[in-house]
């Protein structure tokens, strides 16, 4: 009986040890979905973060982008006026060109026309000397 009373004894212990591998076991399975659960929802914030600055960045590259499409055209815009420019001083640089060539001409002619007063001059000079003269053998 005693045997037998061992046995049975052996026998409860045997199920209560395995009773608590299974509670235990359950706990573990339970403690694994835990840290899945865990592991899920970091990885879940983390992509939510990531998400969040790829947003982030996504917005200031198209604020950099707009930026440089402002920048750009502004270049365009100065590279025109600066072509205008030239084009202005080309115009300013033939007149000017033209405008001393004129005054070329100009002074070949006033140098013409002092010429041409000169010897006009000398003609009135010879002219009134010669009269002068023929003045004199009248008065003889």
């Known amino acids: 009986k005693e045997m037998c009373g061992n046995i049975e004894e052996l026998e409860q212990e045997l199920r209560s040890v395995h009773e ?3 509670r235990l076991e359950q706990q573990l399975k339970i403690k694994h979905l ?3 659960n865990l592991v899920n929802e970091a990885s879940i914030g983390a992509s939510v973060e990531l998400n969040q600055e790829l947003v982030h960045a996504n917005v200031r590259t198209m604020e950099f982008e707009e930026e440089l499409t402002r920048v750009n055209k502004k270049t365009e815009e100065l590279k025109l006026e600066v072509m ?9 640089e033939e007149a000017m060109s033209d405008s001393k060539g004129e ?3 100009l002074k070949l002619s006033l140098s ?3 010429g041409i007063i000169h010897g006009l001059e000398q003609d009135v000079s010879d002219a009134t000397e010669k009269i ?3 003045e004199q053998a009248l008065s003889c």
């Open 103 to 105: 005054t070329d001409e």
């Open 34 to 36: 835990e840290l899945e």
């Open 20 to 22: 608590s591998k299974e």
């Open 112 to 114: 013409g026309a002092n």
């Open 132 to 134: 002068h003269t023929l």
């Open 84 to 92: 205008q420019s030239n084009l202005r001083i080309a115009a300013m």
